[in-house]
C-alpha cells in the first residue's frame, strides 16, 4: 500500500520561506506524476503544483508562480515544495499526491490515486 507522507510545514511571518516534503511508504513506480495540493479552512481543496515522472514538466497554479518550486528525487523517491515569499492567503493545509500525468487534462484533474494526511502551513502578517 502506498502511503505518501508529507513533513515541513510549520508557522512563517509573511515574506518567508519553508520547505515541503513528501516522501512514499510503500512501492510506486518512479513514473509517477506528483502534485501538491492545499485547503484552507472553509475552503476547497486546490491545486498548486504538480511534476512529471522525470521532473522535465512542471505546472503551477497562477497564485504561486514565481514563488514557489516544485521538485523531486527519483533515486530517493521524494518530492518537494520549496514555498518562498510566502503570504497570509497562503495558509492552508498540504497535501502530496501521486497519479497519473496527463497532457490532454487541466493537472488539477489528473487521475491521482494517492494522498497524504496533510501538513499545516500558517503565514502570519
Known amino acids: 500500500q502506498v502511503q505518501p507522507v508529507e513533513s515541513g510545514g510549520g508557522l512563517v511571518q509573511a515574506g518567508g520561506s519553508l520547505r515541503l516534503a513528501c516522501a512514499a511508504s510503500g512501492r510506486i513506480g518512479s513514473t509517477a506524476a506528483k502534485a501538491w495540493f492545499r485547503q484552507a479552512p472553509g475552503k476547497k481543496r486546490e491545486f498548486v503544483a504538480v511534476?512529471?515522472?522525470?521532473?522535465?514538466?512542471?505546472k503551477y497554479s497562477d497564485s504561486v508562480k514565481g514563488r514557489f518550486t516544485i521538485s523531486r528525487d527519483n533515486s530517493k523517491n521524494t518530492m518537494a515544495l520549496q514555498m518562498d515569499n510566502l503570504n497570509v492567503a497562503d495558509t492552508a493545509v498540504y497535501f502530496c499526491?501521486?497519479?497519473?500525468?496527463?497532457?490532454?487534462?487541466?493537472?488539477?484533474?489528473?487521475?491521482?490515486?494517492?494522498w497524504g494526511q496533510g501538513t499545516q502551513v500558517t503565514v502570519s502578517s
Open positions: 499526491a501521486f497519479g497519473v500525468w496527463d497532457d490532454q487534462t487541466r493537472p488539477e484533474e489528473f487521475e491521482y490515486d494517492y
Open positions: 511534476i512529471s515522472w522525470n521532473g522535465g514538466s512542471t
